[in-house]
């Protein structure tokens, strides 16, 4: 059983923390949700560095400056946005391989009220998840020093035909930087087939 879960994991790892360098601007099928400024209205929590001299694409990243344990900055956004069944958030992030974090989350408000969350941690369990919490691991870190896009199946965090109204970035300690926030409506990678799992070499 213990093997299986293994085999779980590193099959989302994969599948989720691929490092790809896409074109600058989004396909038709994306909505952005964030990109180099927040939105006009908006409220924001947390300290907001935005950083126009490191970006994947537009003028600027987001970040917030190194501390230890959690480190948090959102917003609320003026209008919400629908999510389709089917549909991906895509996020691009930049893990700093002098100082990495030990862990990534993003949470999303929804317009009912209620959260949803995903999260990322290498071999140390940082995040204090409760059992009750809708908060899903996705895998293990994304590849440390590169752009990697990070993209999540809605319909997997049960949270399609539902309205995001705010997102919280979320790192425990280390440096991360933040690029464009998107939904999609399709994702570029297919989950890999047992097959194709056998060929390939998990990233670290």
Not at 60 to 79: D, L
Not at 152 to 159: A, G, K
């Amino acid at each position: 059983m213990k093997y299986i879960l293994i085999l779980c994991v590193i099959a989302f790892s994969i599948f989720f923390a691929v490092g790809v360098y896409a074109q600058e601007t989004p396909r038709p099928s994306e909505i952005v949700i964030l990109e180099d400024s927040l939105p006009a209205n908006s409220q924001s929590e947390g300290e907001w560095l935005w950083d126009n001299t490191f970006k994947f694409s537009g003028t600027s990243s987001h970040t917030s400056t190194p501390k230890e344990g959690v480190n948090s900055h959102s917003f609320r956004m003026p209008s919400p946005i629908k999510l389709k069944e089917g549909s991906y958030i895509i996020q691009y992030v930049y893990l700093d391989p002098q100082n990495p974090p030990k862990g990534l989350m993003m949470r999303f408000n929804l317009s009912d009220g209620k959260e949803a969350g995903i999260y990322w941690e290498g071999e140390e369990e940082v995040f204090d998840i409760k059992e009750e919490e809708p908060v899903w691991y996705i895998g293990f870190l994304p590849k440390k020093g590169e752009w990697v896009r990070l993209e999540v199946p809605v319909d997997d965090l049960e949270i399609q035909d539902k309205e995001i109204t705010g997102i919280s970035y979320i790192n425990y300690s280390g440096k991360v930087w933040w690029d464009t926030t998107s939904v999609s409506e399709e994702g570029i990678y297919d989950e890999p087939s047992k097959d194709e799992m056998k060929d390939l070499d998990y990233i670290e």
